[in-house]
């Protein structure tokens, strides 16, 4: 399978790992990407399948390693909510990266709150990640992952970045099933026990736009290897990856 068109095959995979798995035909593929003129703006839709219509999300993971980790401990939380509400900043996803929190960190996030104009703010200094919730309704604050266990050598963080980053493009397709497929490159670990599932909407809002996430990984020079793909797959809030290694 030729590696020009990425999306593509991460497409023809999804196709293949759905009819075994879950015993649903996706029928013929279409891709939209807002090319017809219209405001849906996924990648591909499957309007025949034999379930119910299906839209998908094909993507790459960002650069670099993002490793999650939660703070100590969450009683300050209630000062920076106290400011996104009294100041009206939004509805925003924070996620730290381990550091206890001290008066200096809480400071430094709520700066960056009152700052932000764009949809993301990453500390130049690691310690904490801005996603805005574009399914928030009001001024909230959500912290994730505080009480679930440390990925030390996973990639929790950039996996959520990177579903957070495409789901506003998900909901736009419901009520269409919605799937988000992400290319891992060769550097990240495969163990599925050291990266965690994207949380919940409970306590990522964005996630209610993705039913279910997909992680496969690039195997060598032309992307992903057709015989044998290494495929992870769960729902948000899940608490383990189903995982397949081996043809298809």
């Given at each position: 399978m030729p590696f020009d068109d990425p999306e593509?095959?991460?497409a023809e995979l999804f196709e293949l790992l759905v009819q075994e798995k879950f015993d649903v035909v996706p029928g013929p593929r279409t891709r939209k990407d807002a090319s017809d003129g219209t405001d849906l703006r996924v990648d591909f839709v499957y309007e025949s399948s034999s379930s119910k219509p299906i839209a998908l999300e094909a993507t790459g993971m960002p650069l670099g390693e993002l490793q999650a980790a939660q703070p100590s401990d969450m009683h300050w939380s209630g000062a920076i909510d106290e400011v996104v509400k009294a100041e009206q900043l939004?509805?925003?996803i924070v996620h730290f990266s381990g550091a206890s929190a001290t008066d200096v960190l809480v400071d430094a996030v709520i700066e960056?709150?009152?700052?932000?104009?764009?949809?993301a703010y990453f500390d130049s200094d690691g310690r904490f990640t801005l996603l805005r919730n574009e399914a928030?309704?009001?001024d909230e604050v959500f912290f994730f992952g505080p009480s679930q266990p440390t990925a030390v050598t996973g990639f929790s963080r950039s996996l959520l970045v990177t579903a957070v980053a495409n789901a506003a493009k998900l909901k736009?397709?419901?009520?269409?099933?919605?799937h988000l497929i992400v290319l891992v490159g060769r550097n990240r670990s495969r163990d599925p026990s050291l990266t965690l599932v994207p949380p919940s909407s409970e306590n990522a809002?964005?996630?209610a736009a993705i039913d279910y996430v997909w992680v496969t990984f690039?195997?060598?020079s032309e992307g992903i290897e057709d015989s044998h793909p290494w495929v992870w797959w769960?729902?948000?809030?899940?608490h383990r990856w189903e995982t397949h290694v081996g043809p298809l």
């Open positions: 593509v095959q991460l939004g509805s925003w960056s709150l009152r700052s932000r104009v764009g949809d928030g309704g009001g736009g397709a419901r009520p269409r099933s919605t809002p964005p996630m690039h195997t060598g769960a729902q948000p809030g899940d």
